[in-house]
């Protein structure tokens, strides 16, 4: 007898991360999501002269023009959070297990954020990336929008191959749609043509940025399986290789290497945190890992 699996639905997928997932954040993190949400706060107090132990990302450069010496904004908490998901569906987020691919890790993490997020009173609104921004969810609150977030995301077509991604528009995107200062979560592969980096490092000087990169470990080890046809998600084209070739693991794990060693650092440079999320890792333990490194540097 053949069993019919149902399509998953905004309802369902919400139900489940509330039971598997947000109920047991809450028994860990025990009510302290400032850690998670809370950086510099996002109304703007006043400005001060540049100290040593500021981050530069605040300073002020048309004053600090003016003044001939560096000014830094300082800003307060304010009780509710204006929070934007800057969401890349390109191909190359298709990728991973049949049951498990980024896209499918996407649509969890930004499930579980924003009912946090709307549940403690705060609005969530969302821009959705395939060759362009092709979809924006204004921001709201409330479980409804949870829900809508979700069903949108579940009916955004999956991207025809052969177009390369390009970020900077998503960035630019929300450089000119966002105005007021937000919590802003990129989440993306960051598979994506050279010249994003610009946008990026400007979205962080106005709102506060925390970055969530998708990956799968077969983008950074190759399994010994034999001859195998390997193909680019972005363009489509395929290149037969031997996967039995010891040095050829190992050359495309040191390349894989240098390309996250080159993403930490533009994260860095652009003054975002920055949280790899793998297809296989539990995704309670990628948030309180990053929880715990948000917490540190509040201090």
């Excluded at 510099?40 to 107090?45: P, Y």
């Excluded at 009780?79 to 991973?96: H, K, M, N, T, Y």
């Excluded at 450089?175 to 050279?194: E, G, H, P, Q, W």
Aim: charged letters at 30%.
């Amino acid at each position: 007898m053949n069993t019919l699996i149902s399509e998953p639905t905004p309802e369902r997928i919400l139900h489940r991360l509330d039971w598997q997932v947000i109920r047991r954040l809450d028994g860990y993190l025990q009510g302290d999501y400032r850690s998670l949400f809370y950086g510099s706060g996002v109304d703007f107090a006043d400005l001060r002269e540049y100290q040593p132990e500021d981050d530069i990302r605040y300073i002020d450069w048309n004053v600090s023009a003016r003044m001939n010496t560096p000014y830094v904004r300082k800003y307060v908490e304010d009780r509710e959070v204006i929070a934007w998901f800057l969401l890349d569906l390109s191909p190359s987020v298709d990728f991973g297990r049949l049951d498990h691919q980024k896209r499918n890790v996407l649509i969890d993490f930004v499930a579980t954020l924003a009912r946090i997020l709307t549940r403690h009173g705060n609005r969530v609104g969302a821009m959705m990336y395939g060759s362009r921004v092709q979809h924006t969810v204004p921001a709201r609150g409330g479980r409804n929008q949870v829900l809508r977030i979700i069903n949108d995301l579940l009916k955004q077509p999956h991207q025809a191959q052969g177009v390369i991604t390009d970020l900077a528009p998503l960035f630019n995107s929300g450089l000119n749609a966002i105005k007021k200062r937000s919590l802003v979560f990129v989440i993306s592969d960051f598979i994506s043509a050279a010249g994003w980096e610009k946008s990026l490092n400007l979205l962080s000087q106005r709102h506060e940025v925390i970055v969530i990169r998708l990956w799968d470990p077969r983008e950074m080890d190759l399994p010994d399986i034999g001859t195998v046809i390997m193909e680019d998600s972005e363009t489509g084209e395929q290149l037969y290789v031997d996967t039995h070739d010891k040095k050829f693991r190992q050359r495309f794990h040191e390349r894989a290497s240098q390309r996250e060693k080159e993403l930490s650092e533009t994260f860095k440079r652009a003054g975002v945190d920055a949280l790899p999320l793998s297809t296989d890792e539990d995704l309670i333990r990628a948030i309180m890992r990053f929880a715990a490194i948000r917490r540190q540097h509040r201090k």
